[in-house]
């Protein structure tokens, strides 16, 4: 059914720090490496070790450079389907394939139903969607669905493969619905925002915004910093003077 | 928005097909032609042949034709279910209409039948319009314009076909030049205000809006990926001014001001029109085909201001 549900019972959903982000791929990576042989199996890849390599990735980290009022430097940028509450993307389905789930507000593609019209892609605002060719099914994040509820797994790898394996902790999984969790408190202490607020699709994924830098690059020093008294200083105060002569 | 052959051919085709649907229909309600006559069944068979093309043609950029039934389910919420339903829908009082020419019987119901068939082929068309008009992410489409010109182009297109088929069968039809010499105008007017319209807007979102940060100064220096992604190929692409220009113009030349003067002129030196409407609809597949191209091709998403664009 592609008319979305009126109210989840969760919101489940990542928060992204661009803060500490160091643009690395390992979430791109494991994402793929998860993903190719779970709920999106397979993620195709066409001509990988040639010119013009090709395929489906459920996660890309841009690099920008960002200079405005109230940011400067570099940011590196992840992006992903945000599970938008909002999500276009269901409705616009035809069959019924794209669906967003009552119980936690993930939104799924049933690669057994999805005829591969590739209209859902072209009304996500977030190039979330990739179609793939091999299989004929449209591919998007499934936040792991067959991670974070895997009693076989250990406790604590129950959660997306991307979160797992970022190294500088940049990404946590949580229920954004719930403003006790974890992940809602740093939104909240962080000033955590969506990704193009003004289009209204309320994604339920939030990011934290760079902390405030120094909007200048440190100088080099001109001048000679004061004096200690140092014979160390007295010989080298002599070995100017000598120089100079 | 990669215009994809397949798209263009089923657009054009059953957008055709269901103006001559119309048209033919309006004919048979008016008493102008005879559902036991042969002039009808051939004029009613190519406009059903236009449509099945069309809806053929859609399956084919399918990942999984196979499976297309299924997109008849989800018409609450999707325009392209709608469409779906909208012309299957029409296909039965088209099928019965048309085993009644075929057979030559007459059973009074057939100004109702007529009627039906018309009423869907308005339907269909609106809902393929809406289709693209209901996506908020494509600034080019997201237009109450948009569907209305998909309906105009329609009977305009469809105009001409029955002009055409009227000329070869034979039979009356002096309203039908003019019904169709008035479609063309309303097309290109629709044309020329939604051209406008577009060159003036020149997007809402900023790349830095994407990026939730701020609304300006943002610029890509590492891209995701070394060669263009499924994104990049489906929303990217791009047409050249200069050439979108010109195309435009060559598309309205062939699409309206050819079959305008074709049939204006043959109407009014009052001429065999035979050969008029099949110049007429010549020019007019070929400006239709340019017209879509470019509904394609001048399109622009939200999503590429990830990868580099500054507006949308």
């Not at chain 2, 999984?64 to 279910?81: F, K, T, V």
Request: one cysteine or more.
């Amino acid at each position: 059914m592609t008319c979305l549900p009126e109210k989840t019972g969760k919101k489940l959903g990542l928060v992204i720090d661009l803060d500490i982000c160091v643009g690395c791929h390992a979430c791109v990576t494991s994402c793929k490496e998860w993903n190719t042989s779970g709920y999106s199996a397979p993620l195709s890849d066409f001509d990988p070790y040639g010119a013009e390599p090709d395929g489906a990735w459920l996660n890309r980290v841009h690099s920008y450079e960002i200079d405005n009022d109230h940011w400067k430097g570099t940011v590196h940028f992840p992006r992903s389907c945000l599970h938008c509450e909002d999500a276009a993307c269901v409705t616009v389905c035809p069959t019924g394939a794209s669906f967003k789930r009552a119980e936690d507000g993930i939104v799924l593609v049933n690669p057994d139903t999805c005829i591969g019209c590739k209209l859902c892609s072209w009304a996500c605002p977030y190039g979330a969607r990739e179609y793939d060719q091999d299989d004929g099914v449209m591919k998007k994040c499934t936040l792991c669905v067959d991670r974070i509820y895997n009693e076989t797994l250990p406790e604590e790898d129950r959660q997306p493969a991307c979160v797992r394996a970022c190294p500088t902790g940049a990404r946590a999984f949580g229920d954004l619905g719930d403003p006790a969790s974890a992940v809602s408190q740093t939104v909240e202490d962080r000033g955590g925002f969506n990704l193009l607020e003004e289009f209204g699709y309320k994604p339920v994924n939030k990011y934290l915004p760079p902390r405030k830098g120094s909007d200048h690059a440190p100088a080099v020093p001109t001048t000679p910093t004061k004096t200690t008294g140092a014979p160390i200083e007295k010989l080298f105060a002599w070995a100017d003077r000598a120089l100079s002569r | 928005m990669h215009p994809a052959y397949s798209v263009i051919l089923f657009t054009t085709s059953s957008g055709a097909g269901y103006g001559l649907l119309f048209w033919v229909s309006i004919a048979l309600m008016a008493g102008d032609m005879s559902h036991t006559h042969w002039s009808f069944f051939f004029t009613f068979a190519l406009a059903v042949a236009l449509i099945t093309v069309g809806l053929l043609a859609s399956t084919f950029h399918l990942g999984h034709p196979e499976r297309a039934w299924r997109a008849l389910s989800q018409w609450r919420s999707s325009w392209l279910s709608r469409e779906g339903v909208a012309a299957l829908a029409t296909y039965l009082p088209v099928g019965l209409l048309g085993l009644l020419s075929l057979l030559k019987i007459t059973t009074g119901a057939e100004p109702f039948l007529a009627l039906l068939c018309a009423l869907g082929a308005v339907a269909t068309v609106w809902c393929t319009g809406m289709i693209y008009a209901s996506l908020r992410t494509i600034k080019e489409w997201n237009l109450t314009l948009v569907p209305v010109i998909y309906l105009a182009l329609g009977a305009a297109s469809g105009g001409l076909l029955m002009g055409l088929m009227t000329s070869i069968l034979g039979g009356q039809n002096h309203w039908q030049g003019a019904a169709t010499l008035l479609a063309l105008g309303v097309a290109l007017v629709l044309k020329l205000v939604y051209y406008r319209h577009i060159d003036s807007d020149d997007g809402t979102y900023t790349a830095a809006q994407a990026l939730g940060m701020g609304t300006k100064g943002i610029r890509q220096i590492d891209p995701p990926h070394t060669r263009p992604n499924y994104v990049m190929r489906e929303m990217g692409y791009d047409v050249a001014r200069r050439h979108a220009l010109r195309l435009r113009w060559l598309g309205l030349l062939c699409l309206v001001a050819v079959p305008l003067t074709l049939i204006s002129l043959g109407i009014l030196a009052d001429l065999p029109m035979l050969l008029p409407y099949l110049f007429a609809v010549m020019a007019a597949g070929i400006g239709l085909m340019l017209e879509r191209w470019l509904f394609f091709a001048e399109a622009t998403h939200v999503a590429m201001l990830y990868y580099g664009a500054p507006r949308a």
